[in-house]
């Protein structure tokens, strides 16, 4: 008699990570492209911070996304779930 493998209980926050991640970089990309219609000092300190955001996410990605998202391990998930509260 075989048993079939029971399916591993699905961890929502870990599968819905990678659609967190993409959401919050639309938001960060939209202010971006708001912002940069303005003029002004405090516009373009705010442009650089945002640039630097999604840079940030963007090395963070090619540094622990080597193998998919589903394969993150608890550090890098914790990373990314920084970035996203930032």
């Known amino acids: 008699m075989t048993t079939a493998a029971k399916p591993q209980p699905v961890d929502t926050n870990k599968t819905n990570l990678e659609s967190r991640v993409a959401s919050r970089k639309r938001e960060l990309v939209q202010e971006l492209i708001e912002h940069k219609k303005r003029t002004g ?46």
């Not at 650089?48 to 391990?73: F, H, M, N």
């Open 41 to 86: 000092s405090s516009a373009v300190e705010t442009v650089d911070a945002l640039k630097r955001r999604v840079t940030e996410l963007d090395q963070l990605i090619k540094l622990y996304v080597v193998d998919g998202w589903a394969k993150l391990d608890d550090s890098a998930r914790a990373k990314f779930e920084l970035w996203i509260d930032q």
